[in-house]
């Protein structure tokens, strides 16, 4: 059995703890570290989100060990491996720390709010006992891997476009409102439409040029949207934002046009990943039982079971999804094109 210490118990903690907890005699979370007196003790009523378990609970706990401190919880000689759920401007340090002390570690997306500080993290990896993972879960849930194994095998023949979005209300839920903060969290540019950047790198690797256009508020980016140019018969168009009105709440989705059909999938719909063949039918391939969150959790957990470095999602690939979103930046900043 792994046992984690988990840093963070807002909205995306508590959907790693559930994870934990399905995987039965594999992993435990055996302390949890949040300085909010109420969550570390297994309160997360009070605790939102916006997509899997949305709505926190009261939770028993039993003997998980309670730090107020994560320096305190990484001197903890139980824990094995940290799985960081914390605002995104921590990462890097919590990260480089849990590494130098010997433990395995999984940190939320994104790596960092900049390059620089990527490199910082990735010189510690490598240097590091032991495994660490980006959890980026798109690469990891079930729609995408459908997508990814499409365009991989050619079963529908060559890729001619590809639309990815993801699309929510403005989140409030995030303590003290860090997440709106572009100091913070860097804003919906890195905060959330970092998954479909990571994921683009996923399906097709690194574009020659991107193009973007950003809206802001106050100075943050909430809105993008972004065409990264790979062949002149492959159309790349990836939008993201968390602008809309509380009641349009959240979805993502995907929408890839192949030579000999097309499949969608948009969460918000309700309807499974459709297949649109050209002889007008229609299939609803079959996806596995669980999510992302638990997927990239299984999956990291199996790299430490393994004495195997991750390659599905790997730290150098987690670094290129901060530089691709931090170029759509600039690109919209300067209204040109930039080359990658």
């Known amino acids: 059995m792994i046992r984690i210490g988990l ?13 934990y907890e399905k995987l039965g005699q594999r992993a435990k979370v055996v302390a949890l570290c949040d300085k909010e007196p109420q969550r570390r003790a297994g309160d997360w009523s009070g605790v939102g989100g916006n997509i899997a378990d949305a709505q926190g609970t009261k939770r028993d706990l039993g003997d998980t060990k309670q730090y107020a401190e994560w320096r305190d919880l990484l001197a903890d000689p139980a824990v094995q491996m940290v799985d960081i759920c914390v605002p995104t401007y921590l990462h890097p340090e919590i990260s480089i720390a849990a590494l130098d002390a010997g433990k395995h570690v999984l940190c939320e997306k994104p790596m ?7 490199d910082k993290v990735l010189r ?17 849930w079930p729609e995408c891997v459908y997508l990814k ?69 106050e100075g943050s980016p909430d809105r993008v949207h972004s065409l990264w140019y790979y062949r002149p018969d492959l159309v790349v168009q990836i939008e993201g934002f968390w602008d809309m ?3 349009f709440g ?35 391939p079959a996806m596995g039982p669980n ?7 299984d999956y990291f957990l199996g790299c430490i079971e393994r004495g195997a470095g991750p390659t ?12 691709m979103a931090l170029l759509e930046k600039e690109s919209a900043k300067s209204g040109q094109t930039v080359r990658v």
């Open 7 to 19: 840093i963070g118990a807002g909205f995306i903690g508590r959907n790693h703890f559930n994870q």
């Open 112 to 118: 960092a709010l900049s390059v620089e500080e990527c």
């Open 124 to 140: 510690a990896a490598v240097k590091a006992k032991g495994r660490f993972m980006i959890a980026q879960c798109i690469r990891f």
């Open 149 to 217: 194994q499409a365009i991989d095998d050619r079963r529908f023949g060559k890729l001619k476009a590809l639309s990815l979005r993801r699309q929510a209300s403005t989140p409030t839920y995030s303590l003290n409102n860090w997440i709106l903060d572009p100091k913070l969290s860097g804003g919906a540019i890195l905060d959330l439409h970092v998954h479909d950047t990571d994921w683009a790198l996923h399906l097709l690797g690194t574009p020659q040029t991107i193009t973007a256009q950003i809206c802001e508020r």
């Open 245 to 247: 009105p509380p009641a």
């Open 250 to 284: 959240f979805n993502m989705g995907f929408t890839a046009r192949f030579e000999k059909a097309a499949v969608m999938f948009e969460l918000s719909s309700g309807k499974p990943l459709t297949v649109f063949k050209e002889d007008g039918s229609t299939e609803t």
């Open 291 to 297: 999510d992302g969150y638990y997927n990239e959790i």
């Open 312 to 323: 599905i999602s790997t730290p150098g690939e987690s670094r290129e999804a901060v530089r």
